[in-house]
Nanobody, 126 residues
Framework: QVQLVESGGGQVQTGGSLRLSCRFS????????LGWFRQTPGREREGVAG??????YYADSVKGRFTVSRDNVENLLILQMNNLSSEDTAMYYC?????????????????????WGQGTQVTVSS
């Protein structure tokens, strides 16, 4: 059974940075499409970044500011977030599913993922 546990959320001022981590356990870490999503109340969950087989994918809203990476030794999925704005305030979730999800170009669709973490809150204040 795949388990995902996020950490690293918190409160930061506009223009600041945060580093989110997602610890993956259960199966072979490198075989999965891994995604970061975020959600605010009343809005649908949206894809932020995806990673599979060394290829990274980003939503247009975070390109140039966020970087997704993986630590294969520690089985961590990492999201480095820089130059944060109030629009980045949300609950952030990591997700995992077959590598085919990323390769099909559908990494940003939350319905394509079976495994989810519990989320970590990011709040950006001015």
């Amino acid at each position: 059974q795949v388990q995902l546990v996020e950490s690293g959320g918190g409160q930061v001022q506009t223009g600041g940075s945060l580093r989110l981590s997602c610890r993956f356990s259960g199966y072979t870490f490198t075989s999965y499409c891994l995604g970061w999503f975020r959600q605010t109340p009343g809005r649908e969950r949206e894809g932020v970044a995806g990673l599979s087989a060394g290829v990274a994918y980003y939503a247009d809203s975070v390109k140039g500011r966020f970087t997704v990476s993986r630590d294969n030794v520690e089985n961590l999925l990492i999201l480095q977030m820089n130059n944060l704005s109030s629009e980045d305030t949300a609950m952030y979730y990591c997700a995992a599913d077959s590598y085919r999800v990323c390769h099909s170009g559908s990494w940003s669709l939350p319905t394509n993922y079976v495994y989810w973490g519990q989320g970590t809150q990011v709040t950006v204040s001015s």
